[in-house]
């Protein structure tokens, strides 16, 4: 169960539903299944935007599920120091803990339903892990890493951290109240979420009871993507089916309409779901390992001056990652 709940939904103030009379609806154009693989030290994921192409995608890039997964003591796992130019990362954990440090002074505990929005810009160096208590512990591992493209004009600009608490996302509820839905960045129906993002975009965890349908206004001008995290259901008025770890992406239009599973007999239960959506940014994109470019000579570029240190500096006091035996590994430079 996500973090973030309330115990009574109705108690939130309702997303007005767009008159079917005068709103374009979004039709589903593909649906894909997201493949599993390991990231990092050997955390598990699926790849959600796989055989997606860039250009249904923008402003996203990449996005990948962590987990869900329940670890035994010793288990958890996370990423080395590593570089990033470019785009802008966001981490945001349904459940569990991830410990964030980077050479521009940002850092600290991402969990229950927090969010850290990293800005490379220019260039930065990070580490996500596990705290060592929970190396220790074992525990719920759920969350989200999402990449976001900067246009070219801003991937230059320095770099920035900016942390959102579970609290301080927007909580809404469906206008029937079959649905709770966070904000975590962008607008959606007049109510703002509190991330701050270069690239104009709206960023939904949507939690859908069983049988329940949400119907939500969505900006003409953005693209729209819902990837379920768990649960059955569907999308579109075509009703097309979706399941844990697909995503569908929506055609032309500005609302769109989600759908939870209700079959009689069945394991139906909440379907959860990423709703996100951001305005192209019509550039080329060059992407090679932790860099996101417009060409392959600023990869190259991005790729010499991080071995010349000029992405940034492991601070003195960095935070390294927790093996099962407790001992910190410092990169090797």
């Known amino acids: 169960m996500p973090a973030v709940t309330v115990d009574n939904v109705l108690d939130l103030p309702r997303i007005a539903e767009p008159d079917p009379q005068v709103a374009a609806q979004r039709r589903v154009t593909t649906v894909t299944s997201a493949p599993s693989g ?10 959600a935007f796989a055989g997606v192409p860039t250009r249904s995608l923008d402003p996203f890039v990449h996005m990948d599920q962590m987990g869900q997964v329940d670890y035994a003591p010793g288990e958890p796992k996370g990423t080395p120091w ?21 050479s521009h002074g940002g850092g600290g505990l991402i969990t229950d339903g927090a969010t850290q929005w990293m800005t490379a810009g220019s260039g930065i160096l990070h580490i996500e892990t596990p705290p060592e208590a929970l190396v220790v512990s074992g525990g719920l591992f759920h969350g989200i890493q999402l990449w976001v493209n900067l246009p070219r004009a801003s991937k230059w600009n320095p770099p920035k951290y900016q942390s959102i608490e579970g609290p301080e996302v927007t909580l809404l509820s469906s206008a029937d109240g079959g649905a709770l839905v966070r904000v975590i960045a962008g607008d959606l129906g007049g109510h703002a979420g509190p991330g701050s993002t270069f690239t104009p975009i709206t960023l939904v965890h949507a939690t859908i009871a069983a049988g329940a349908r949400l119907l939500l206004p969505w900006r003409p001008d953005f693209n ?15 009703g097309r089916p979706l399941a844990a770890h697909q995503l569908a992406v929506l055609g032309a239009g500005d609302a769109l ?52 240190g000029r992405l940034g500096v492991i601070p003195d006091d960095a935070i390294m990652p927790h093996t099962a035996r407790g001992a910190d590994r410092r990169p090797e430079r």
Do not use: C, W
């Open 224 to 238: 729209a993507l819902v990837y379920a995290l768990a649960g059955h259901g569907s999308v579109g008025t075509e």
């Open 38 to 47: 390991f990231e990092g030290e050997g955390f598990p994921v699926y790849r």
């Open 257 to 308: 309409t989600v759908t939870a599973s209700s079959r009689p007999g069945s394991d139906a239960a909440d379907l959860d779901v990423l709703i996100l959506g951001g305005e192209p940014i019509r550039e080329p994109v060059f992407q090679y390992g932790p860099f996101v470019m417009n060409t392959k000579a600023e990869i190259i570029q991005a790729m010499e001056d991080y071995e010349a």
């Open 82 to 102: 590593h570089p990033h130019r470019g785009f802008e990362t966001v981490t945001y954990m349904i459940d569990g803990l991830f410990q964030h440090q980077d």
